[in-house]
């Protein structure tokens, strides 16, 4: 199994960045599939970005591309979610979760691990 942490959230204003990470445990790490998700209150858990086993292939939300990227150092086991340009609406609980398939997904019901999350607040 994976065990997934998150860090890096906290509180900017719009227009300002942070960068996430998601450190994942084991070995396996560089075989499987990565993607960020974010859940506001009230809301859905919706799909943020991905990226595949090599980290060659990406893909992201119409909402946050051009602002966010994502990135994987498979060396480190890590993860990384790099947020520009945050606006408001982009406020929510982030989750790092991982794909034992080497290719990506949109549903988050196709990943099998979850990170506890981590919270973003951006103020106007």
């Known amino acids: 199994q994976v065990q997934l942490v998150e860090s890096g959230g906290g509180l900017v204003q719009a227009g300002d960045s942070l960068r996430l990470s998601c450190a994942a445990s084991?070995?396996?790490?560089?075989?499987?599939?990565m993607g960020w998700f974010r859940q506001a209150p009230g809301k859905e858990r919706e799909f943020v970005a991905a990226?595949?086993?090599?980290?060659?292939?990406?893909y992201y939300a119409d909402s946050v591309k051009g602002r966010f990227t994502i990135s994987r150092d498979n060396a480190k086991n890590t993860m990384y979610l790099q947020m520009n340009s945050l606006k408001p609406e982009d406020t929510a609980v982030y989750y790092c979760?991982?794909?034992?398939?080497?290719?990506?997904?949109?549903?988050?019901?196709?990943?099998?691990?979850w990170g506890q999350g981590t919270q973003v607040t951006i103020s106007s």
């Open positions: 979760a991982a794909r034992y398939y080497s290719d990506s997904a949109y549903n988050p019901n196709d990943y099998h691990y």
């Open positions: 084991g070995r396996t790490f560089s075989s499987y599939a």
């Open positions: 990226i595949n086993w090599s980290g060659g292939s990406t």
